[in-house]
């Protein structure tokens, strides 16, 4: 599939055109931005066929995994709920010490202005949600935005330019397509806020272009997701879980499981448990390429990165429980639980990003917590335990962008939570409330 290159200068003049409209969106009220996010839906509903197709022309998505403009449905209508209120002038206290100083008494009221002209830098792992969801929130701290989607989902991204042409003017919201030498382009504008999802790497390459404007970003980046397991917790019932999480969209989740983290004395136990779980799941031989409910890897590079992962793994002293085939013709790499794992191989040190499941145990809780402050801060920590103390003594000494006990991944679908990074798995929160702040300037009028 083709992409057309868009030239500086179009690039530029669509800039410019949001930044002028930007000026007449921030007068507006809560009506026309809820006006504007039904018309998105009302679009979306349209195209929820399209948005299928695509992500199956793309990498075999699942149709049962292609729901994902429920959930920003979904984030619409929870924003249409509570605009108003968020968008109401916070009246506080003015202390009696200033009202001394200024000889009068004064009134203090906390505005949330949008920022302005926004960058989005989306990701192909889920195209739709990751590009809109945010874009809802974007909307309704009242921004224009510029999109560039990934080119490695072209057929997806094509729709997403569809979506948006359709519901908003270009100088409200326009798609610019293509890969890193666009989004470059679009980085050397002076945007006031930008929005990017994917990599740690290119994360900093985003932060760095946006120093010399002084933009403030979002980075939504991964990370290495712990699975913990104390020895309280159900095994069927935490297996079940974190195959579902790890191997949904062939692992391609920013907040799957990365590995699971055991004890020595119920390792084997929970491999056993794990190994079931998979057969009941995927049959003896996997799900196969003729599988329509299992995904592929989005293309060959990521598909030999964690195949190379596996194989250096096997190579120094892994064990393949479960899976570990795999076709180059058709990107697939089956569920694969590993074993005999350790912190010295290459499966460890990055986030895997694909359907192959490393166990590593612990001697005691408090190694497993060492273990994992000794890496770089990840996207979540997932705990299985029925003791209280367990998840608390986790919790409270493990720095994550967010946690779920006795399951994984529910924490992204509650728009009362905020969602996102921290350190080198993200900056800022998104999602409800949080991405209408993240969006906004809080800012403070002082009336003596
Ligand atoms: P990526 O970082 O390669 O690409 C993401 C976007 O960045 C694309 O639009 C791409 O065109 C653009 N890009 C690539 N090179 C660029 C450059 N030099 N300059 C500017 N832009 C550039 O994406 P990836 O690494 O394949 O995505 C997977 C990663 O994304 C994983 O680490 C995953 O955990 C993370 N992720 C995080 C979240 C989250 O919400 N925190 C969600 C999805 C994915």
């Known amino acids: 599939m083709e992409i057309k290159s868009v030239s500086t200068t179009n690039t530029r003049a669509i800039f410019e055109s949001q930044q002028r409209t930007a000026l007449q969106l921030k007068k507006s009220g809560t009506s026309e931005r809820i ?5 998105l839906k009302q679009t979306i509903i349209k195209y929820v066929e399209r948005t299928v197709k695509a992500l199956h022309d793309d990498y075999k998505k699942p149709i049962e995994e292609s729901n994902e403009m429920d959930y920003v449905i979904g984030e619409i209508d929870f924003i249409t709920a509570y605009l108003e209120s968020w968008m109401k002038p916070q009246t506080v206290d003015t202390p009696e010490a200033i009202n001394a100083l200024a ?6 009221k ?5 920022k302005g002209v926004c960058l989005f830098i989306t990701p192909w792992n889920y195209p739709f949600l990751l590009t ?3 874009l809802i929130s974007c909307l309704a701290a009242g921004n224009t935005i510029m999109i560039k989607p990934s080119e490695l989902t072209p057929h997806s991204s094509a729709v997403i330019k569809q979506i948006v042409e359709d519901a908003f003017p270009e100088d409200e919201v326009a798609v610019i397509e293509g890969g890193a030498e666009v989004a470059s382009k679009l980085l050397a504008l002076p945007f006031n806020h930008i929005f990017y999802t994917g990599g740690s790497r290119v994360g900093k390459i ?8 002084l933009a403030s970003v979002t980075l939504e980046l991964g990370g290495k997701n712990p699975a913990i397991l104390d020895d309280s917790a159900d095994f069927g019932d935490a297996a079940g879980k974190i195959a579902w999480g790890k191997f949904f969209n062939c692992g391609q989740t920013c907040i799957a499981p990365d590995y699971v983290l055991v004890s020595e004395n119920r390792k084997e136990e929970f491999i056993a448990t794990m190994k079931g779980t998979m057969e009941a799941m995927y049959g003896n031989e996997g799900p196969g390429t003729d599988n329509p409910s299992y995904a592929r890897l989005v293309n060959a590079n990521h598909y030999h990165r964690v195949k190379n992962l596996l194989e250096e793994s096997v190579s120094s002293g892994g064990k393949i429980i479960a899976g570990g085939k795999t076709d180059d013709s058709e990107n697939y790499i089956s569920p694969t639980l590993l074993e005999n794992v350790t912190s010295d191989h290459a499966i460890m040190k990055e986030e895997i990003f694909g359907p192959v499941l490393p166990v590593m145990t612990y001697s005691s809780l408090n190694d497993a917590i060492d273990y994992v402050n000794k890496g770089d801060r990840p996207l979540a920590v997932y705990v299985f335990t029925k003791d209280k103390v367990t998840s608390d003594l986790i919790i ?12 994984v991944i529910m924490h992204y679908f509650s728009p009362f939570l905020p969602f996102g990074g921290v350190g080198n798995s993200g900056i800022g929160k998104g999602h409800g409330h949080f991405g209408f702040l993240d969006f906004s300037n809080q800012r403070p009028v002082l009336e003596l």
């Open 35 to 39: 006006a504007r996010l039904q018309k």
């Open 103 to 108: 000889g009068t008494t004064g009134t203090s």
């Open 110 to 114: 906390i505005i949330s202005e949008p």
């Open 132 to 134: 809109f969801r945010p």
């Open 206 to 213: 985003v932060m760095r272009a946006a120093a010399d404007h």
């Open 396 to 407: 409270n000494n493990t720095t994550a962008g967010g946690s779920v006990v006795n399951h």
